[in-house]
């Protein structure tokens, strides 16, 4: 299957400070991506759609001057977590979509941790 | 509205007896259904995926998933549960193209699976 990765896997980081997260499809151009959070035992909430070349489409209440959503290139897509505060720690897993559109699954990345101190 | 129900927080099997993990879609059109697994503190992997075709869908690692539209169910099953499958897994529906969601995926809450020797 299609590899997605992230990076980094994992990250702590001082309240008021950005972080980001990249994440790549390896082996396929992917146009869509999406970001999810998950937090402990519980299931993905979707944050946004990420399209190659234009600008994120954000699920209602999620913050866009937050959440920066950078989708660059059709093997990249970037999210940056901006004055991340201790309530913005959860596990951050983005997706692709793979080749066929919308009729095809999306491929997870391992996840990135992110711990707000 | 759509929605995918997971009626079962937990489900707990023996090693090598048959298990099953529920899931129930609510979906405006023809759905698209998915199951993922994840393992702590991974990405989400790709089991198998209904599209249309034939009810009985096989995937990775053994697992196989009944499509039922009367009952609008789409179970998870294994003949033989091996202590290795003991993860937690996500259903998920994507409406048809022609939906505003293209692309994105409606996740149930999850079932952790325990296959206990």
């Known amino acids: 299957g299609a590899v997605v990765s992230q990076h980094p896997s994992r990250v702590i980081c001082k309240s008021g400070t950005s972080v980001k997260i990249e994440c790549r499809s390896l082996?396929?151009?992917?146009?869509?991506m999406f970001w999810y959070r998950q937090f402990p035992k519980q299931s993905l909430m979707l944050m946004a759609t990420s399209n190659e070349g234009s600008k994120a489409t954000y699920e209602q209440g999620v913050e866009k001057d937050k959440f920066l959503i950078n989708h660059a290139s059709l093997t990249l897509s970037t999210l940056t977590v901006t004055s991340a505060h201790p309530e913005d720690s959860s596990f951050y897993i983005c997706s692709a979509l793979g080749a066929g559109g919308s009729y095809n699954e999306q491929f997870f990345g391992p996840g990135t941790r992110l711990t707000v101190l | 509205a759509q929605s995918v129900a997971q009626p079962e927080d937990q489900v707990n099997v023996a090693e090598g007896n048959p298990l099953t993990v529920k899931c129930t879609y609510s979906v405006s059109g023809n759905p698209y259904l998915f199951w993922y697994v994840q393992y702590p503190n991974r990405g989400l992997q790709f089991l198998l995926k209904?599209?249309?075709?034939?009810?009985l869908v096989k995937g990775s690692y053994g697992f196989e998933a009944e499509f039922n539209k009367s009952q609008t169910s789409f179970h998870l099953k294994k003949p033989s549960a091996l202590v290795s499958d003991s993860a937690l897994y996500f259903c998920a529906v994507r409406a048809t193209r022609g939906s505003s969601n293209t692309g994105k995926l409606i996740f149930g809450q999850g079932t952790t699976l325990q296959v206990k020797p």
């Open positions: 082996d396929f151009q992917a146009t869509t």
């Open positions: 209904y599209i249309t075709g034939d009810n």
